[in-house]
């Protein structure tokens, strides 16, 4: 049970759980270049004292250096973005997507805007098409390690709402399907595969804890939009799973939403 006063979170395995006592800021959704790559689309926080949070299972938890200023941490096992923690401040960026419902927050800013994904539109309408169309999709972990390329462009990118995607990314996803043959392999150092309970595989990089990429039971394979590096020429087509949704945020942009009955479980 949480209150307004307590909250617990976890990444989708469980490997990693924390709790939070006293009131949480407000929810930011940040749209820089090291989010998006992490998260797999943009990432989107509360932030907390560290005198009032604490971690109560960190079997999995791993940090990730990713600037001289923060570290981020992650679940090595099922990949999940979880914080943000700079070093001179005592305080810790929780993802929203980790917290248990109800949470008792609100989304209020966008930051970061100027760095959004081409296909993004941070809540409003979508444009009517990409502003470029790149025949060749570079796309990395933030750190490296994992890195691929395909033929471009992105074509419809389809967010999804459901829990699983939530813990993941730590606010929602955004993805695009692809022919995985299609794939060119530069780089797979850092690549781990974790079984989600539905019997897909999401790839991920368990040095820097980037989501790239999922593989339904199925075999269908679509790639998380914010791995792109540079324009992708997707465009936001529709939203899944909303009923699952965060209780912190709406979606607001008049895409067609799917509540889920007719997509597969991600
Ligand atoms: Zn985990
Ligand atoms: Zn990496
Ligand atoms: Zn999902």
Redesign the pocket.
């Known amino acids: 049970m949480t209150d307004s006063d307590h909250h617990h979170g976890s990444c989708l395995c469980g490997g990693v759980q924390f709790e939070t006592t006293g009131p949480l800021r407000d929810v930011w959704a940040c749209h820089c270049g090291q989010c998006r790559k992490t998260s797999g689309h943009h990432w989107a926080a509360t932030s907390v004292p560290l005198d009032r949070f604490s971690i109560t299972a960190g079997e999995t938890l791993s940090w990730?250096d990713s600037s001289p200023a923060a570290r981020r941490g992650f679940c090595s096992r099922c990949g999940a973005s979880l914080f943000w923690e700079p070093r001179d401040e005592d305080r810790v960026a929780i993802a929203a997507g980790a917290l248990d419902r109800p949470t008792g927050l609100r989304l209020t800013r966008d930051i970061f805007i100027e760095d959004a994904g081409d296909y993004c539109s941070c809540g409003a309408p979508p444009p009517a098409a990409p502003a470029e169309r790149p025949t060749r999709l570079d796309c990395s972990?933030?750190?490296?390690?994992?890195a691929f390329s395909l033929p471009g462009p992105a074509g419809d990118i389809i967010t999804c709402h459901c829990s699983q995607c939530r813990k993941l990314s730590g606010h929602y996803s955004a993805s695009f399907d692809a022919d995985e043959t299609t794939l060119s392999w530069h780089r797979r150092e850092?690549l781990a595969e974790y079984r989600t309970p539905g019997g897909g595989q999401r790839g991920f990089?368990d040095?820097?804890?980037?989501s790239l990429w999922f593989r339904s039971a199925a075999g269908e394979f679509s790639i998380e939009a914010g791995s792109v590096t540079g324009p992708t020429g997707g465009r936001l087509a529709e939203h899944i799973f909303v009923a699952d949704k965060g209780d912190y945020y709406e979606v607001t942009d008049s895409l067609p939403l799917a509540g889920g009955r007719d997509s597969a479980p991600r």
Request: proline fraction near 0%; hydrophobic fraction near 25%; charged fraction near 10%.
């Open positions: 990730y972990c933030l750190c490296g390690a994992v850092g990089c040095r820097c804890g980037s």
